[in-house]
């Protein structure tokens, strides 16, 4: 079966509007995923851009971390449309055999929440293949090496010895670094020897990384 890995980076909608927030906090504005065979090759690759509909400006904190500005998004489609033209790719000409990864909960999070803002049926077949198919990677990831404490992407990269390919907070390369801790993770047999260093690497004296969740709590005291 094949494996998709996903990523969405999202900006906050305005607290002052209250009835939406109370729906879903923000919106994807870029998808990025890979595709990998059951070898671990990475057969394809997706990335869009997503035009909000809730705001008008990008969050500075966002900007900062994912180089997206308002511009960018302009000519970009709705999220209803974005998300069908990934649940196509993602399909493969209607063949639903695939399990679907994202690192850590937010993803699932922040996408069942905006398919309940803008109103997708997700009972529809494809999508709810989708949804019952969709695993948090970084607690897999995690659960396997033992590690009482999820740590972020890069940390988890890094930890390993590897570099972190590309830009982070890109949603393709944040999903092509996932895949690439998927692949390493078959090789159950190398993971002992790296769990004392990831272990150490949990305790930190200072957060591992600035994140868009840190954004969107920054985001509250700017409207």
């Given at each position: ?143 396997l ?25 890109d949603?393709?390369?944040d ?17 002992h ?5 990831i ?25």
């Amino acid at each position: 079966m094949k494996a998709v890995f996903v990523d969405f980076e999202m900006n906050p909608i305005g607290k002052k509007q209250k009835e939406v927030r109370r729906i879903c906090k923000g919106e994807i504005i870029e998808i990025g995923a890979v595709k990998i065979d059951e070898a671990g090759k990475e057969i394809a690759s997706y990335k869009e851009y997503v035009r909000p509909q809730y705001t008008t400006k990008m969050n500075a904190t966002c900007q900062e971390l994912t180089g997206i500005t308002m511009d960018m998004l302009a000519d970009a489609p709705h999220f209803r449309q974005a998300f069908d033209h990934f649940l196509s790719w993602c399909r493969e000409e209607n063949d639903d055999d695939y399990e679907m990864y994202a690192w850590s909960e937010n993803d699932w999070h922040q996408l069942t929440c905006e398919m309940r803002l803008k109103q997708l049926d997700m009972t529809e077949s494809a999508i709810n293949w989708m949804l019952t198919h969709w695993q948090n990677f970084q607690q897999i990831y995690c659960n396997l090496l033992g590690l009482d404490n999820v740590i972020s992407l890069d940390k988890a990269v890094s930890t390993l010895g590897e570099t972190f390919d590309g830009q982070m907070h890109d949603a393709l390369w944040d999903a092509r670094n996932t895949s690439k801790l998927y692949t390493f993770s078959q090789k159950k047999n190398t993971l002992h020897d790296m769990m004392k260093p990831i272990i150490a690497a949990t305790k930190p004296a200072e957060p591992l990384t600035f994140s868009l969740a840190d954004a969107f709590r920054t985001a509250r005291h700017q409207d």
